[in-house]
C-alpha cells in the first residue's frame, strides 16, 4: 500500500506495481472493479502513483519548514536530501518501466528510505518524526509477491538510519542508537504484518476468482442445458408436463398445448368428466386424474386414457415418474402423454378382421369335420381310415387354431360353470400328455390330492392345463422333469405347471402372454407353436375371476401358476 494504493495481481497475465507481467496458477481476469483506477494504469503512471505519497509528504514537509524553521533551508544537507527526493520521483516519469525486468522497481522504495534518512538526520531532532515516512517504502516492499520483498524493506529501514550517520563520519550514540535497533524492529513487524496481510488479501482473491470462474462455468453450463432441454422439449412429439407437488403445472411443452383434448388431460378438476378410463366409459374420478396421482408420488407407466368429447376422442398413453426436491426447489413429477388413437384403432381393426376370418374358417371347418364323421361311420371305408383319422385330427387342430383365435381377438370366452373336480381334471390331462413326454424322454409327475372341488368349466380348464402342460414338453430337453401340482390355498385353487427347460427372461416373461409372441429362441430351434396358448389361458382363467403368471430364469426352467377363487 502506498498512499492508500495496494496493488495485489496474481492472475496469470496480471501486472505488479511496475506493470510486469507474473504466472499464477488462474486464468487472467481483468476487471476494473477489482483492480480500480490504479489497476487500469500503465507501467509508469503506477510507479509514479505508488510514490506520490512519499513525494507530497516531502512537499508538505518544505511548506512546513518554510513557515516555521526557514535556518533548516540554509542546512546544505538538507537542501542535498531534497534533491535527493526530487531525483526519485524524477526517476519515476523518466524510466520506461515496462522494459526492465519486475524487481527494478524495488529500487525506487530502497532509495526512498535512503532520502528519508538523510532528510530526517539533516533536519535534526525537529524532523525525527519523519520516521514515520518510513512505512510507505516498508508498506509498498512488503505488499509485492516476492518473498524476499519484506527482506528488503528491512533493509531500506536499516539503511536509513546507518547511512546518513556513516556519511556524517560519526557513529550513533545515544537516542541515534535508540533510533538505530528500534526503528528497524518496529519496521519489520510492519512489513512482516504487511506482506502477511498482503499475502492474505492476494489468497483470497485468487479463491474469489476460481469461485467466480466457476460459477461462470456452472452457469454457462447450465445455459448449455437449458437450451438442450428447450430444444428437446420443442422437438419431442410426446406431450411433456412437469407438475409440482400439489398437481399444479410447471412446464409444458409445445406437444400439450395446442390440443384440446390434452387440455382436457392437464385440467385438474374443471374437466375431468370428459376424461375417461380404458374402457372409454367410465369417467375418471378427480383423485385417479394424472396429476393428482403424480401429485400423490405413484409412478406408472402406459395408462390409458381416452379425452375429448364423444365422437372426437383420443386415446394417449400416460406415464409418470416422479423426482425429489433438490437445490431448495421442491419435488413434483414428470408425466409423458403419447397420443395412441391411431395404434389402438389399428389393433381394433387387426382383431375385428382376425375374428372376422376366424369365424368364416370356422364354418367350413365344422362341416368338414361333420361329413368326415359320417365318412368314418360309413363301412367300405377301412382301406382309407387311417388316412381319415389322419385328416380329422389336423381338421380338430386347425378348428382349435380357430376357435384361439376368436377367444383372443374378443378377448372373452363363453364359460359353462359347474361343480367339478380340478384334481380329476389335472389328472386327465396329465395321462392325455404321457405319452408326448415319453416320446421325448421326459418324466411327468402328478401332484394332487383328490378331491380339489370348485366351480369351474372342466372343458376350459382342462384346455388351460393343457397348454401349459403342451408348452412345458415342447420347450424341455430330452431327460427333463415336468411336474404338474394342485391345491387349495387360502387364494383358492391352486394348479402349477413346472419343467426344467429352456427358461424365459424378464423380457419375455412380460410379454408371454401377449397375442402371437413367440421368443428368439422358439424361433430358433424351429419349436412349432403360434404364440396363442398362453393369451387363451389367459382369457380363460380371467374370465374365471383369476389370475395366472409365470416364474422362470434362462436355463433353469419355468413354473406356470393359476389360481381360481373359491367359488
Known amino acids: 500500500m502506498a498512499g492508500g494504493s495496494l496493488v495485489i495481481h496474481e492472475q496469470q497475465g496480471a501486472t505488479d506495481v511496475a506493470g510486469h507481467a507474473r504466472k499464477a496458477p488462474v486464468q487472467p481476469v481483468v476487471s476494473d472493479r ?209 407438475v409440482d407437488v400439489r398437481g399444479h403445472t410447471v412446464l409444458a411443452n409445445r406437444a400439450m398445448r395446442p390440443d384440446p383434448a390434452l387440455a382436457v388431460v392437464m385440467d385438474a378438476a374443471g374437466a375431468q368428466s370428459e376424461l375417461l378410463m380404458a374402457d372409454r366409459c367410465t369417467p375418471v374420478p378427480a383423485g385417479l386424474l394424472p396429476a393428482a396421482r403424480a401429485a400423490a408420488g405413484e409412478a406408472f407407466t402406459d395408462e390409458l386414457y381416452w379425452a375429448g368429447p364423444a365422437g372426437r376422442q383420443r386415446a394417449y398413453s400416460v406415464s409418470s415418474h416422479g423426482f425429489p426436491p433438490a437445490g431448495g426447489q421442491e419435488g413434483g413429477a414428470v408425466i409423458t402423454c403419447v397420443d395412441v388413437t391411431t395404434l389402438i384403432n389399428a389393433l381394433a381393426a387387426k382383431d375385428d378382421f382376425v375374428a372376422t376370418v376366424s369365424h368364416e374358417l370356422r364354418t367350413p371347418l365344422t362341416s368338414i369335420l361333420g361329413y368326415l364323421e359320417l365318412v368314418l361311420d360309413e363301412p367300405g371305408h377301412e382301406d382309407i381310415q387311417a388316412e381319415l383319422l389322419v385328416v380329422r385330427r389336423n381338421a ?73 402342460l403342451s408348452n412345458a414338453i415342447k420347450y424341455s430337453p430330452n431327460g427333463g422333469l415336468i411336474r404338474a401340482s394342485a391345491v387349495r390355498t387360502d387364494a383358492g385353487l391352486v394348479c402349477s405347471i413346472t419343467d426344467t427347460g429352456l427358461g424365459m427372461t424378464e423380457e419375455e416373461q412380460e410379454q408371454a402372454f401377449t397375442k402371437f409372441f413367440r421368443s428368439a429362441r422358439s424361433r430358433e430351434t424351429a419349436i412349432p407353436g403360434a404364440g396363442l396358448g398362453l393369451p387363451v389361458s389367459k382369457t380363460i382363467v380371467e374370465g374365471h375371476g383369476g389370475s395366472i403368471r409365470l416364474d422362470s430364469a434362462p436355463g433353469v426352467g419355468t413354473t406356470a401358476t393359476f389360481v381360481l377363487p373359491e367359488s
Open 396 to 468: 380338430d387342430h386347425l378348428l382349435n387354431l380357430v376357435n384361439d383365435l376368436i377367444a383372443v381377438a374378443s378377448e372373452q370366452m363363453d364359460l359353462s360353470l359347474a361343480e367339478a373336480d380340478l384334481a380329476r381334471v389335472l389328472a386327465l390331462e396329465v395321462d392325455a400328455a404321457l405319452p408326448k413326454a415319453a416320446a421325448k424322454g421326459l418324466q411327468l409327475v402328478l401332484d394332487a390330492r383328490q378331491p380339489l372341488p370348485g366351480r369351474l368349466d372342466p372343458e376350459r380348464i382342462g384346455q388351460v392345463v393343457r397348454n401349459l
Open 34 to 242: 477489482l483492480d480500480g483506477l490504479f489497476g487500469a494504469l500503465s507501467p509508469r503512471k503506477r510507479v509514479v502513483a505508488s510514490q506520490l505519497p512519499v513525494t507530497l509528504t516531502v512537499a508538505l514537509m518544505v511548506i512546513a519548514a518554510v513557515i516555521f524553521s526557514p535556518e533548516t533551508l540554509a542546512n546544505n544537507m538538507f537542501l542535498a536530501a531534497l534533491l535527493f527526493h526530487l531525483a526519485i520521483f524524477a526517476a519515476c516519469i523518466s524510466i520506461q518501466w515496462a522494459r526492465l525486468p519486475a524487481a527494478a522497481f524495488a529500487v525506487i522504495p530502497l532509495l526512498d528510505c535512503l532520502a528519508i534518512g538523510f532528510t530526517r538526520q539533516a533536519g535534526g531532532p525537529a524532523f525525527n518524526v519523519l520516521s514515520m515516512m518510513l512505512v510507505f517504502p516498508v508498506i509498498l516492499l512488503s505488499a509485492q509477491v516476492q518473498p524476499y520483498m519484506p527482506v528488503l524493506a528491512i533493509a531500506g529501514t536499516v539503511l536509513s538510519t546507518v547511512a546518513p550517520s556513516a556519511v556524517q563520519g560519526s557513529p550513533p550514540a545515544g537516542e541515534s542508537m535508540i533510533r538505530t535497533l528500534i526503528l528497524p524492529l518496529v519496521m519489520s513487524v510492519i512489513a512482516l504484518t504487511a506482506h502477511v496481510v498482503a499475502t492474505t488479501i492476494r489468497r483470497h482473491r485468487v479463491r474469489l476468482v476460481e469461485n467466480e470462474q466457476d460459477l461462470a462455468r456452472t452457469l454457462d453450463q447450465s445455459v448449455r442445458r437449458q437450451a438442450l432441454l428447450d430444444a428437446v422439449l420443442k422437438a419431442v412429439g410426446v406431450g411433456v408436463w412437469v
